[in-house]
């Protein structure tokens, strides 16, 4: 059974740093490319970041720069360091393989503001 929980979300300042972390079990995580989601309030789940078995990494155009994803096989554990926060990273933000399993985590949210 997979099962994907995400952690280490909160409120934060436009400008602060957050950093998420997800544990995933019952998946071959070693193998699969991981990605994080976000979901913002009124509009579609959209690919923030993702990284491949080999690290290799891609990011959405609107967080390069700022945020870093990476990865650690032997925790079955990705992570999200997000720097340099705008109001419009607020969202409830999930992470998942790329392409998506077919069950998802309970998210966590993630709120910019001032």
């Known amino acids: 059974q997979v099962q994907l929980v995400e952690s280490g979300g909160g409120l934060v300042q436009p400008g602060g740093s957050l950093r998420l972390s997800c544990k995933a079990s019952g998946i071959i995580f070693s193998a699969l490319t991981m990605a994080w989601y976000r979901q913002a309030p009124g509009k579609e789940r959209e690919l923030v970041a993702r990284?491949?078995?080999?690290?290799?990494?891609i990011y959405a155009d609107s967080v390069q720069g700022r945020f870093t994803i990476s990865r650690d096989n032997a925790k079955n554990t990705v992570y999200l360091q997000m720097n340099s926060l705008k109001p419009e990273d607020t969202a409830v933000y999930y992470c998942?393989?790329?392409?998506?399993?077919?069950?998802w985590g309970q998210g966590t949210q993630v709120t910019v503001s001032s």
């Open positions: 990284i491949s078995s080999y690290r290799s990494t």
């Open positions: 998942n393989a790329a392409p998506t399993l077919g069950s």
